[in-house]
Structures are given as structure tokens and as C-alpha cells.
DNA sequence: ACATTTTTTAACCAAATGGTTAAAAACAAA
DNA sequence: TTTGTTTTTAACCATTTGGTTAAAAAATGT
């Protein structure tokens, strides 16, 4: 009995999941969700209160994903270029599975930063940017790789690998007429990772 | 009398471009652009027939911008680090001035890409696209830069200026803790445009 | 068979919102 | 002052939408 039950509220997760990352929060519909995960409207709302409830848990469950794992490559004492391989691999990965994560902190985080930097405090990712601000400082000044901001280093390897994810299905079109593009995606972590290595090796 | 009219009028796209950035279509309101503009929402729907024909005016006018000068510098024949420093120049002096520009079309143009394919077409962004990616190739070949996609190069350089457009709410939060990113964002055309260079020349 | 839990049905409410209307008022040009 | 245009006021409508309710029904466990 307990199972059926949390199946159901699994398939509202997955449609709520579905439907946020193609409407966003205002956008989004609960009857669409309700349909969606093949209940209606009451059965939705007896077991998520309300619409911010379950954007809240969609949201999160999603950004932890992210997070958790993203913190611990910032944090750990590999190498600077090996760091950078791991944090593009680290995004390929994830967000290939999960490719609805950026649409919704790009549409909502912006609305509403608060929740998100909660939950990017909680999972400990603050500090372990500040550590990889540090290393990569300290290469500059080793003189080991050129001289660069490193806020924008980092936001570079961010914008490389994120993007690509949020606009494949423009991309696939202007970039790639209709070509199967997966593959394409499935090898970029690593030829990024060349990228960024190369514009600020010595 | 025309004039204080045609001011209005401006008034109210200003505001409307605004509210759009900040909320997106569903989230924005109409009495929320008027009290914007300066105005009550009868006189709003006086200029404005209704929201969709509002965004579609201020929408189409912003990607214009955007897509016209685009497919010019795609098109010039200057050498192409010049046209690499062109590129992310004019995505940046457009995209400050239209941030809701990627969101949008990342979003909503998406699940129906018929828009936006078309006014692409109609600006001549697809032709211009493919000169590039042949002077690209041709670079190549004559061992002028590294070895790389050009789909590859090019996805690169757009994921690079407008990025950082879409995530600079979060970007203030995390990265640059509420210091001033305007000045950051201005001179990051420039400092973009060294980033690729820097990782595709021999 | 009985009790418990899950799900549906279907009507309903309140608030928000897009949009309309008509008349008055403010304004500018002649 | 007269005339035409712009703007305000303020009430109003229709629809959408989030959310509730209560009872029936279906499914499930014991």
C-alpha cells in the first residue's frame, strides 16, 4: 500500500519535473501536471500542499544533484588542469542526465536567488569555490598558467559547459542541421576542458 | 501632440522590456508594466492591443537588433580573430541592453522554433553562419590555428557571451558577492575574445 | 469479509489577471 | 475659445487558476 502511494507521488515528481522545465514556475500549469502524471488535480494536491511546495522539492532534489558532487571537485587537492577536467565531466555528466537543472535556476534562481545560494550554502559549494579561487591565484602567481581573473575563469568553464546543454535544441538546428547531437554533447566535456587548458597554459 | 503620444509609447516598451527580463512572459504583469511605464493599464491596452502583441513588439524588435548587425559581422571579410573580437562585442553590447533575449528564446523558442527560424532566415544569420564556418575551416587547413570544430569553435563563443547574460543574477551572488557587475560585464566582451583566441592560436 | 488507504468525481470558491468600457478630465493646437 | 487628442478614473466582465471539499469508489492489506 505504501508503495503505491510513493510511486504515485514518484510520477508527480517526474511530470512536475517535465512540465517546470518546459514552463517555468508561473508558467507551468498544476492541471498539466496533474495530467501529465496521469492523476488529477485533487490527488496532486493531497500530496503536494501547494504549487511552491512542490516547485520547492522538485527545485531542490534537482540542485543537489548538482551541488553536492560540484562541491566536491572544487574542493579536493588534485591538480589545477586535472581539477578542470573533473568539474567539465562533473557538469557533462550530471547535466546530460538531469538537462532540465539549468533551465530552472537560469529562469527561477533569478527571480528568486534566495532559496538557491540557501542550498548552494548548504552543500558546502561556497567554500569550496573560494579554495579553487585560491589555487588558481596561486598558479597565476607561480607563473603556471596566464594571468586571468579567476572569478571569470570559472565563470567561463561554467558558461562552456552549461550552455551548450540549454541550447542543444537550438543548436541542433543553426549548428548541427538535425544531426544526431548526443554524441557530440557526450565528448565536449573533454574537448572544453582542452579548450580552457589551452587558452591559459603557458 | 504626436510627440508626448510616440513618448508614451516608448514609455511603455522601456517598461515592458524591463518587466519581461525580470519576470518572462507568464510572470509578468500588465499592471505591473503600466505602474512601470508611469501609467494606468487602460491607456496600456490603449497602445497595446494586448500582452502577447506587447511582448511580440518588444521581442521582435530586441532580436532584430541582435540578428541584423549578427549576420553582418558573420558575413565581413575581416581576418577572423577581428571578426572573433566583432562577435562577442556585439553579443555583448546587445545582450546588456536585452538580457530577457536568450532566456526567451532558450525557453519558448524551444518547444516552437518557428519564430525565430524564421526572422534567422529573414536576417540571413544562416548564410553568414556558413562563411564563417568555411573561414574557420580554411584556417585551419592552412595551419593558421589549432584543429577544432567549427561548430564546435562557434557554440563555444556564443556559449561564452551569453551565458554569462542569462546566469548574472546568480553569477553577482556566487562569484562576484554583490560587488558591481556591470563594469565586469562590459569589459568581458574583450577579455572573451582573448579566452578563444588565446585557445585556437598556434 | 473488513478495515484502511488510495484515487476519483465533481462541484465549488476566491483571488488574480487580462481585457473592456464609457465618461470625465487634462492637454495641446488652431 | 473651440477642437481634437491624450490620459485618467473607476467600475466591470470573463476567464484562468490555485486550491478546497465531501462523498463515492477502487484498490489493497489482514
Known sequence: MREKSEETQKQILDAAKKIFA???LAGARMQEIADEA?????????????????FEQVFEGAIRKLLGPLASFLADDSE???KIRNLC????NVLIEYPFIPIFVLSEASANPDRFLRLMKFEGVVEAKEKTRMQIQQYINEGKIRPIDPRELLWNIMSLCIFPIVSRP????????????????????????DFVIQSIKM
Chains 1, 2 share one sequence.
Open 22 to 24: 518546459a514552463k517555468g
Open 38 to 54: 496521469g492523476i488529477n488535480k485533487a490527488l496532486l494536491h493531497y500530496y503536494y500542499r501547494n504549487k511552491e511546495k512542490l
Open 80 to 82: 589545477l588542469f586535472t
Open 89 to 92: 565531466h562533473h557538469y557533462y
Open 170 to 193: 537550438i543548436a541542433v538546428e543553426i549548428l548541427y542541421s538535425n544531426d544526431d547531437v548526443s554524441e557530440v554533447l557526450k565528448q565536449r566535456a573533454d574537448r572544453v576542458a
